[in-house]
């Protein structure tokens, strides 16, 4: 077996035995894979704490073709992230985009786009406390980068722009997206949008296609897909009703494309849901 080395970031461990872990990873060259460490839990030379949730490492392993674990020789931290682990609302935000980041992809499905965006927004989370928009734009940059990208500013039907749409607007996530007053009729499920809703998430939608468009044609940093940078003005449309429509929108775009249940929104969706109470909240 040859030794191959990769960033990535892990994603999660558990314990295996008296000293071995396995531990799940997101990484630059090879997708998403498992591995087991064999001594990781006393060899300080070779995992010198490297091996937690969050940590974005330069991992050496080897694997057998088709094998279901690889072995992980090695781990260096590239990247510390010290304030994510000393605040409850940054652990949670960050255990939401780990969670995300894992349930979107399969083992070994290859494509950077996901581990690029996973960097930055573990990046953005440990510089400043997360706001309204910081988890909206991670929701909507990942379906984007998974090749699951809706469509929220042209209706999916007749292509017109719903943004200044008389009547209300339906988000139908079968179909790929909104559908204008014109093409909706009654039975197609989904959910009514309010236009200030809409309006976030239009805005949101084209601060995504900047970032992808920016790492595609290296206007940016091409290590990173960072949507983050129209993050205020998107803050600044989310007062507390429409913060919670824009989620419970990409909740519902977002949960037919996960393997499994979000253990992040249940466990720590009080935490989250704290960030937009209305006190703190600019009306
Ligand atoms: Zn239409």
């Known amino acids: 077996m040859r030794l191959e080395s990769t960033p990535a970031i892990v994603l999660r461990t558990r314990e295996y035995g008296e000293s071995d872990k396995i531990v799940t990873v997101l990484s630059r060259t090879a997708g998403k894979f498992s591995g087991i460490a064999k001594g990781a839990k006393r060899s300080q030379r070779r995992f010198p704490g490297t091996l937690e949730i969050f940590s974005h490492v330069t991992l050496d392993y080897r694997r057998r073709p088709h094998a279901e674990l690889a072995f992980l020789d090695r781990a260096v931290l590239v990247h510390p992230w010290p304030r994510i682990l000393g605040s409850l609302e940054r652990f949670a935000a960050a255990s939401h985009v780990v969670e995300i980041a894992d349930k979107l992809t399969a083992e070994s499905e290859v494509g950077d786009d996901l581990y690029a965006l ?91 296609a900047r970032a992808v468009a920016a790492r595609r044609y290296g206007n940016g940093n091409g290590a990173t897909l960072d949507p983050f940078a129209d993050e205020d003005e998107a803050s600044r449309l989310l007062a507390p009703r429409v913060a919670r429509e824009v989620a419970a929108s990409l909740d519902l775009i977002l949960t037919p494309h996960l393997r499994g249940r979000l253990r992040s929104l249940e466990l720590l969706g009080p935490v989250l849901a704290s960030g937009f109470s209305p006190e703190r909240e600019p009306e």
């Open 118 to 208: 996973a960097v930055a927004a573990l990046s953005r989370i440990d510089a400043s406390e997360p706001g309204p928009a910081t988890l909206r734009l991670f929701e909507l940059a990942a379906l984007t980068a998974s090749g699951y990208r809706p469509e929220l500013v042209v209706c999916v039907v007749c292509r017109h722009a719903v943004g200044d749409e008389r009547g209300p607007v339906r988000l139908v996530p079968p179909l790929g997206g909104v559908l204008c007053s014109g093409c909706r009729t009654r039975d197609e499920g989904g959910m009514l949008l309010s236009p200030a809703a809409l309006e976030c998430l239009g805005l949101l939608q084209r601060a995504v």
